[in-house]
Each structure stands twice: as structure tokens, then as C-alpha cells.
């Protein structure tokens, strides 16, 4: 979202400082801005598919779908068009108001090209938002994404671009900035983020925030993921991520990126409710839903369920995925009499 009241040139120092704040102060200032920009009892959700699983020649250290690590997956050649539209049907009726397609390719073939452009096609005449996250794009297949209506594309940069050179040694991170381009180029929606816990530093987690808030459009959607641990994975034996450094993360995203929806990604499924609660008081308003996300296990839908009343969050609704400012304000105002109300006691 180009905006000129975006700030997009933070330094590191500023957003160390950020980072360093007493717990309370740096999510009070998280929820000052969450509630400028976003409605705080709101969360979009998406439904993740596999369309294709297994064999990537890539080598992130993290991926279970990595031809390179012996990891106990299904293996699954591109999917037919029918199972990806039954699958659709049903995120849909769950109440998903995106649909995102995820392929363990390097980059995009021409002839998987043609199968991926009718698959958004279809999700898309479902009334869904479509994202497909497919590993590296060229200029022309971006553009070839959007003209069959794709709404979003998910290309995460994982973490600082020095780290970067110790997760994934088959591409570069000027590879995936590089597909990021062709995305923004062609006015597909950017969805980019990251995975904490592949043993990087809280200064490579700074970084990496820094690199995604200074693009010269913000991405509209950052998921931060938090490491799975899967068997056969270099990284299967690697530390928990301390839960209060991953909450600040997200306070980061959410004060350096006002307006972009930042994603509690991966990894929930092992997060207790308070954890995620406090992710959500940090900024975090986006999450996948379905029990399953490519090859590992997501929260159950009903435990989702039960979470989201128990905390009185609603979720977006297909007409109502982007904000609306008014219903904001209102919100605030109710706000600013109860405050009223509570100096007055
Ligand atoms: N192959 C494509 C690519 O790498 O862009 C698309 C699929 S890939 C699985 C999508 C993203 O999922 C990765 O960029 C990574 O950030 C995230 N991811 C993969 N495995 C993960 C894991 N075990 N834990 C957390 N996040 C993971
Ligand atoms: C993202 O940032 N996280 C999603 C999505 N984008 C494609 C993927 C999570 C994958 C978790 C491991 C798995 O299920 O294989
Ligand atoms: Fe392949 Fe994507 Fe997994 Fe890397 S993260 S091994 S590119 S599927």
C-alpha cells in the first residue's frame, strides 16, 4: 500500500528501540496503532491448500517438502482442478474469505502456469479472494496471474538477508526481492513474512522486519510463521523461539507496517489461547483456518472457534475483507465514553 503517511525508512536503531520496550509500553503502543488503521475485534482468515506436495529441489533447511531431507509426507503431483474447487467450496462455506493455493516448486513452468491461471480462475468465480504462493515468478507470469483476477502472492523472505544465506543456499534473498517486484509490478497484492526459529537472532528477526516495511509499498499481508519442527528437517532439533520475543516480532510488524494485515501463521496449533491472545493484543489480525495448513497440522477449526467467542473476535466477511473506516470510528467513540465513564468513577 503505497501511502504517503507510510513510514518506509526505518532505521535499525529505531526499530531496536521499539523492540526494547517494557512489555506493557510496546503493546500499548502496538494497540494505539492497531486501532487507528484496523477495527480490533476483527481478523481475516484464509484456508491453505497443497495443489502440489513434495519433491521441491530447493534446500530451506525448515521444509518438510524439500527433496533433499527424508521426511515422512505424502507426495502429491499437481492436484486436478475438481479436488481444488470442492476444497474452496468447503473453506468457504467454513466462512474463509481467501483461498490460498501453495506449490512446492522452485519456479513456475509454463505448463504449470496454464493449470495454476484456471485453478484462480474458479476460486476467484466462487466469490473467494484468491493467493497462490508458487516460488519464484517471472515479470510476464505475474502479469498473466492478475489478468485471470489473482488477488494476492505469497513470497516470504523468512529472515534477515544475512541469515538468509545459512537457511536456503539454492536462491538468494535478491532472488525472492526480485520475484516481489514482479508481483507489486504487475498489482498483484504482496503477501510476505517470515518464520521464526530457524536459530537466527532477535537482531535478524529486526532485520527482517526492517527490510519489508522499508519496500517501497508495504506488503499488505505478512504472515509470521513460527518454525514447525518436522522430522528429517536440518532444523527438527532446533529451540523453541522464547514466546515473548515472538509477540514482539508481531508488535514490530504491527507498529513499522500500520496498515498491513499480519498474519499468526504457522504454528499456532502449539501456541496455548493465551499466547495467541496476547499475539492478537499485539497486532496479529489474520490467521489460516482448517485443520490442516501444506503437510502439517493447523488448530482445529473448533478450537478456533471456541477461541475467537471466547475472546468476542469476529472474522471478515467476503464483503467486508478490506476496512471500514466509519465502523471504526464508531467503535472509538464507544471507547471514549467508556473512558469517560471510567475518569469519572
Ligand atoms: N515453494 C514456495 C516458496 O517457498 O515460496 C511456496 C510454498 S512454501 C512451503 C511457503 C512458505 O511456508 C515458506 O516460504 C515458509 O516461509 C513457510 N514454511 C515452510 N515450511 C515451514 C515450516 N516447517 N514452519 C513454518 N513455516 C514454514
Ligand atoms: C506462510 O507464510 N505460511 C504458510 C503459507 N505462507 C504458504 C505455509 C506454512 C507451512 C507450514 C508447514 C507445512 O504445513 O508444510
Ligand atoms: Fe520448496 Fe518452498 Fe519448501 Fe523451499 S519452502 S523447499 S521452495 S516448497
Known amino acids: 500500500m503505497k501511502n504517503k503517511d507510510i513510514k518506509n525508512n526505518w532505521t535499525i536503531d529505531a526499530l531496536q528501540e521499539i523492540y526494547d520496550l517494557p512489555f506493557n509500553d510496546l503493546l500499548w503502543k502496538a494497540q494505539e496503532i492497531h486501532r487507528k488503521h484496523h477495527d480490533a475485534n476483527k481478523i481475516q482468515i484464509s484456508t491453505l491448500m497443497s495443489i502440489k506436495t513434495g519433491g521441491c529441489p530447493e534446500d530451506c533447511k525448515y ?14 503431483k499437481t492436484l486436478p482442478l475438481v479436488d481444488i474447487i470442492n476444497q474452496a467450496q468447503q473453506a468457504k462455506k467454513n466462512g474463509a474469505s481467501r483461498f490460498c493455493m501453495g506449490a512446492a516448486w522452485r519456479n513456475l513452468t509454463q505448463r504449470n502456469l496454464e493449470k495454476v491461471k484456471e485453478m484462480v480462475r474458479e476460486v476467484k468465480a466462487l466469490g ?14 505475474a502479469k ?15 529472515t534477515s538477508e544475512e541469515y538468509y544465506k545459512e537457511v536456503v543456499t539454492t536462491r538468494t534473498y535478491q532472488d525472492r526481492l526480485d520475484t516481489l517486484q514482479h508481483v507489486r509490478d504487475a498489482g498483484v497484492k504482496v503477501c510476505s513474512g517470515g518464520i521464526l526459529g530457524l536459530g537466527e537472532e ?3 528477526r529486526i532485520k527482517l522486519i526492517q527490510v519489508l ?52 501463521s504457522a504454528g499456532r496449533d502449539t ?57 471504526i470510528n464508531i467503535k472509538e467513540s464507544k471507547l471514549e465514553n467508556i473512558n469517560i465513564a471510567i475518569k469519572n468513577i
Open 271 to 327: 501456541m496455548n489461547d493465551h499466547m495467541q491472545s496476547l499475539c492478537f493484543l499485539a497486532g496479529a489480525n489474520s490467521i489460516f483456518y482448517g485443520e490442516e495448513l501444506l503437510t502439517t497440522k493447523n488448530s482445529t477449526i473448533k478450537h478456533d472457534q471456541d477461541l475467537l467467542r471466547k475472546l468476542k473476535i469476529k472474522t471478515m466477511s467476503l464483503d467486508n475483507s478490506s476496512n471500514d473506516s466509519e465502523d
Open 144 to 158: 498473466e496471474l492478475k489478468n485471470v483476477g489473482l488477488d494476492y502472492y505469497n513470497h516470504n523472505l523468512d
Open 63 to 76: 521444509c518438510s517438502q524439500s527433496i533433499r531431507y527424508d521426511t515422512d509426507i505424502n507426495l502429491e
Open 202 to 204: 532477535n537482531i535478524d
Open 213 to 264: 516495511a522499508n519496500l517501497e509499498t508495504q506488503p499488505e499481508s505478512v504472515p509470521i510463521n513460527r518454525l514447525v519442527r518436522v522430522e528429517g528437517t536440518p532444523y527438527y532439533e532446533n529451540n523453541d523461539v522464547d514466546e515473548f520475543d515472538f509477540i514482539r516480532v508481531i508488535a514490530l510488524a504491527r507498529i513499522a507496517m500500520p496498515k498491513s494485515y499480519v498474519r499468526l
Open 128 to 141: 473467494l479472494e484468491t493467493c497462490v504462493t508458487l516460488g519464484m515468478l517471472t515479470d510476464s507470469q
